[in-house]
């Protein structure tokens, strides 16, 4: 009787614990504070910008703390944050 097969060991994944990159393009942010409301961490927070026709944008408030779980950039509903 032939051996069964041995599964070879899968890689272990390994925790990306590299800084969080947070890059908020402006010109698609509507200012909505979806992504303040959805960051478990606190690290986002909406600015004034007269710039901008709502009046705000959105800005990183504290960096250190992104644990890059990504809710900000799935929720974003205009494209306008993407972590790495
Ligand atoms: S969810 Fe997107 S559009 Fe809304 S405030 Fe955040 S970055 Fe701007
Ligand atoms: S990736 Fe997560 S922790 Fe980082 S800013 Fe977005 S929601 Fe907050």
Do not use: H
Request: with cysteine.
């Amino acid at each position: 009787m032939a051996d069964a097969a041995v599964a070879a060991p899968k890689a272990a994944k390994k925790k990306d614990k590299s800084p969080a990159k947070i890059e908020i393009i402006n010109e698609n942010c509507k200012a909505c504070d979806i992504c303040v409301d959805v960051c478990p961490q606190n690290v986002l927070a909406m600015r004034k910008d007269p710039a901008k026709w709502e009046g705000y944008v959105v800005e990183v408030i504290d960096l250190e703390k992104c644990t890059k779980c990504m809710l900000c950039e799935i929720e974003c509903p205009d494209f306008a944050i993407e972590i790495s």
